[in-house]
């Protein structure tokens, strides 16, 4: 959770415009093992870029995707709204 928490600070601060996370972070799972994260950049982004370079290198435990509206809408419409078996699972957006 506290990598959830640096990651919504710091993609306030860089200025991406949506966050959508799966993985089992977003299941019934006591304790998830994994965070999968896609993150919208519009024109405009960084807005700082000290920022930008910590989200690219990188939080514990969360798998980070920076990408343009076309990909974002790749991940979040397919691999993030379907399981291996390709039934429908559930993700959250986070509010920046």
């Given at each position: 959770?506290?990598?959830l928490?640096?990651?919504?600070d710091?993609?306030r601060r860089?200025g991406?415009?949506?966050?959508?996370i799966?993985g089992?972070?977003t299941?019934e799972a006591?304790?998830p093992n994994?965070?999968d994260?896609?993150?919208?950049?519009?024109?405009g982004?960084?807005?700082?870029?000290?920022?930008?370079a910590?989200?690219?290198s990188?939080?514990?435990f969360l798998?980070?995707n920076?990408v343009?509206?076309?990909d974002f809408?790749?991940?979040?419409?397919?691999f993030f709204?379907?399981d291996r078996?390709?039934?429908?699972?559930?993700?959250?957006?986070?509010?920046l």
């Amino acid at each position: 959770m506290e990598s959830l928490r640096w990651l919504v600070d710091l993609a306030r601060r860089a200025g991406v415009a949506r966050l959508v996370i799966n993985g089992s972070f977003t299941t019934e799972a006591f304790e998830p093992n994994d965070v999968d994260c896609v993150l919208l950049v519009e024109a405009g982004f960084p807005r700082d870029e000290a920022a930008e370079a910590e989200l690219v290198s990188g939080l514990p435990f969360l798998e980070i995707n920076l990408v343009s509206q076309a990909d974002f809408d790749v991940l979040v419409d397919t691999f993030f709204a379907t399981d291996r078996q390709l039934l429908a699972k559930g993700m959250v957006e986070v509010i920046l």
